[in-house]
T-cell receptor, first 113, second 117 residues
Framework: EDQVTQSPEALRLQEGESSSLNCSYTVSGLRGLFWYRQDPGKGPEFLFTLYSAGEEKEKERLKATLTKKESFLHITAPKPEDSATYLCAVQVLSGGSNYKLTFGKGTLLTVNP | DGGITQSPKYLFRKEGQNVTLSCEQNLNHDAMYWYRQDPGQGLRLIYYSQIVNDFQKGDIAEGYSVSREKKESFPLTVTSAQKNPTAFYLC????????????????FGAGSRLTVL
């Protein structure tokens, strides 16, 4: 069974304190790995898609990386507005030409001023 | 601005009642999806539709029904057969069918929170 595990479940940082969120997966036939940001009471917003090991993408204070077993979302010098739940999702081949998208449970990030 | 509109944002239901959640998109996306989000769990797929007048069950379709009569609209009905309907429901869309093609990005609505009294 395909599994996506995000850690830690919750992370509290001080403003400016850099850290990383982890998304590990045990799947076969990875097509893509997605990172989304979700604010309380709202729908997720797309951040990044990574397709192959070694790939990196950046957006402002966020940088996503991908290996064969996991992805990291690095947050550099975070600000309070970076506080949100960060979701990871993997897309895999699921029978014939079909694909399946599996979401992790998310990491709740709180950045204190 | 293009996007997905879900309504109502909050909905209360008595046991035994059916309720319908609305989802409208003006992105001209072919595919639409309904997800359920519960505390401590990942998003779970309820139903999805690649084209008008066609839809397929997701992982947790029991107790739910959908229709896709127009490209822009994909309403979800939570029936009385759904034993634990209290949850946050998210509608999403993608340019083409995520499950049948390459890695397409999902655009989500703001969600509807359903509470059973």
């Amino acid at each position: 069974e395909d599994q996506v595990t995000q850690s830690p479940e919750a992370l509290r940082l001080q403003e400016g304190e850099s850290s990383s969120l982890n998304c590990s997966y045990t799947v076969s036939g990875l097509r893509g790995l997605f990172w989304y940001r979700q604010d309380p009471g709202k729908g997720p917003e797309f951040l990044f898609t990574l397709y192959s090991a070694g790939e990196e993408k950046e957006k402002e204070r966020l940088k996503a990386t991908l290996t064969k077993k996991e992805s990291f979302l690095h947050i550099t010098a975070p600000k309070p507005e970076d506080s949100a739940t960060y979701l990871c999702a993997v897309q895999v081949l699921s029978g014939g030409s079909n694909y399946k998208l599996t979401f992790g449970k998310g990491t709740l990030l709180t950045v204190n001023p | 601005d293009g996007g997905i509109t879900q309504s109502p944002k909050y909905l209360f239901r008595k046991e035994g009642q059916n309720v319908t959640l609305s989802c409208e998109q003006n992105l001209n996306h072919d595919a639409m999806y309904w997800y359920r989000q519960d505390p401590g769990q990942g998003l779970r797929l309820i139903y999805y539709s690649q084209i008008v007048n066609d839809f397929q069950k997701g992982d947790i379709a029991e107790g739910y029904s959908v229709s896709r009569e127009k490209k822009e609209s994909f309403p979800l009905t939570v029936t009385s057969a759904q034993k634990n309907p209290t949850a946050f429901y998210l509608c999403a869309s993608s340019i083409e069918g995520l499950l049948f093609s390459g890695a397409n990005v999902l655009t989500f609505g703001a969600g509807s929170r359903l509470t059973v009294l």
